[in-house]
């Protein structure tokens, strides 16, 4: 048996064994970790195929499991439900609702799930997080753990064979969402935010990790050749810039010239292509390019015809009756896949979810204005990174479909825990917050947002 299996086996019983017995945080980590790695994909895993193991399931199972017994140890009860969790409670049963409404699901989802089945998997795991993840240190236990599965993916991708590449893009490497490079591109752009708030805040171990991590996630980004992830990070850069707290904003914008210099040196003429043709002209535009104006067009038109929906994972089956030639392709944007097939309701809800979001870092900003300095400096960090890596993945959702993509459930979800958080160092620290002032920029408070 290969040593990378035994290893693999040893360290997936230990993540259970931790999860379940000593603090079911470990089992949030070990689930997001797997998520990266994918190891039913992965060569060493084969000889664990013969026992049908299911790494995630079974993870999340330990994980609920520690969370009943550590149930009196979990600091969320005193604060009852989110305004968000009750958003994803809702657009899990307009998910389900979309299925009676809409006509029969047919051929897309013989292997995979349903989106209804995943959905309600996905909610199932995001509640565990944020009534798991509700102090700092977790929370920031959590955000090593994808600053490392940043790097895993980084340096899975830099090994990877020539063979693994398909029209000269990655494809491949991670989880089973990561099928598309696309997708995984779109990740890898959301994790570098939180790569760079840990770089701020570490020691130097912490910035030399970080930095590998970024160096190899940037490689990533160029290998997959995605032009939506470009688009994401030009939309997370210019948020970055916008909301960087005051003390930070030199190194925030030097850091950023760096990673635009370093991404450069990494870049190729393919990368460069490709990622050119965002600007072009119709004339001048690839057949994939254009595929994506012409499928937006008839997007708007399918939910002008059909406001209630089509139904989850219908759009596939739909978008042929339109253009005949399109059946079985994407609508490659998010917010329209979300309107097209859960109807308006969908789209709102789903429009909720990001601004109740945003606005709950905006509120935790505030609430840690009268926390001592070096405490009101990492909440307003992780309000920060929080906001530009939540910022990267709504500029992605313009040309990719991740309405049913795990970690974009998870990002809309890591301000919940925050607040909590926050919540409990109060409670800890018999602070009572005032509330600044309301000013006309994001963030009002915490002594060095944006003014």
């Not at 049908?52 to 005193?78: E, K, Q």
């Not at 049963?93 to 989106?115: C, K």
């Not at 160096?215 to 050749?225: K, W, Y």
Request: net charge positive; hydrophobic share 50%; charged share 15%.
């Amino acid at each position: 048996m290969p040593l990378k299996t035994i290893l693999f086996g040893l360290s997936f019983a230990i993540a259970l064994t931790a999860a379940a017995l000593y603090a079911p945080v470990w089992g949030v980590c070990a689930y997001v970790l797997n998520y990266s790695i994918g190891p039913e994909r992965q060569w060493w895993a084969v000889p664990l195929r013969q026992w049908d193991i299911r790494f995630s399931f079974m993870l999340a199972g330990a994980t609920a499991l520690g969370a009943v017994l550590h149930y009196r140890r979990l600091r969320f009860g005193r604060f009852g439900w989110m305004g968000q969790e009750k958003l994803l409670l809702l657009f899990l049963s307009l998910v389900w609702l979309s299925t009676l409404i809409g006509e029969p699901t047919v051929g897309a989802y013989t292997v995979v799930d349903h989106p209804t089945v995943k959905m309600t998997k996905i909610i199932i795991f995001v509640l565990l997080l944020t009534h798991i993840v509700t102090e700092l240190k977790s929370l920031d236990l959590l955000l090593w753990t994808m600053v490392l599965s940043a790097l895993w993916l980084g340096v899975e991708a830099y090994r990877v064979p020539y063979g693994a590449f398909q029209r000269g893009r990655l494809e491949g490497v991670g989880g089973p969402d990561f099928t598309e490079a696309n997708f995984l591109g779109a990740y890898v752009a959301a994790l570098l935010p939180i790569v760079g708030v840990q770089l701020l805040q570490a020691k130097w171990r912490g910035k030399l990790f970080c930095l590998v991590a970024g160096v190899f996630a940037t490689n990533l980004l160029v290998l997959t050749r995605s032009r939506g992830a470009v688009v994401g990070l030009a939309v997370g850069g210019f948020t970055a810039l916008l909301l960087a707290p005051r003390w930070a904003r030199v190194k925030i914008a030097a850091g950023l010239v760096i990673a635009l210099l370093g991404g450069l040196y990494l870049s190729d003429a393919q990368f460069l292509n490709r990622a050119a043709t965002i600007t072009r002209s119709e004339d001048q535009r690839d057949v994939s390019a254009q595929s994506r104006i012409n499928l937006t067009r008839v997007g708007l038109q399918m939910l002008a015809d059909y406001p209630q929906g089509i139904g989850a994972g219908n759009y596939f089956q739909v978008i042929g009756r339109y253009i005949p030639q399109y059946r079985g392709k994407d609508a490659h944007n998010t917010y329209l896949r979300c309107a097209t097939e859960l109807g308006l309701q969908g789209g709102a809800v789903f429009v909720l979810l990001i601004i109740n979001a945003l606005r709950t870092l905006r509120r935790v900003a505030k609430q840690a204005a009268a926390f001592p300095e070096e405490a009101r400096q990492k909440v307003v960090y992780l309000c920060y990174g929080l906001a530009v890596c939540m910022s990267v993945l709504f500029g992605c959702c313009l040309t990719m479909s991740l309405t049913y993509v795990e970690y974009l459930w998870w990002i809309l979800a890591l301000p919940v825990c925050l607040e909590r958080a926050v919540q409990n160092l109060q409670l800890d620290t018999e602070l009572v917050p005032e509330v600044g002032r309301s000013g006309t920029c994001f963030w009002t408070a915490a002594n060095g947002a944006l003014h």
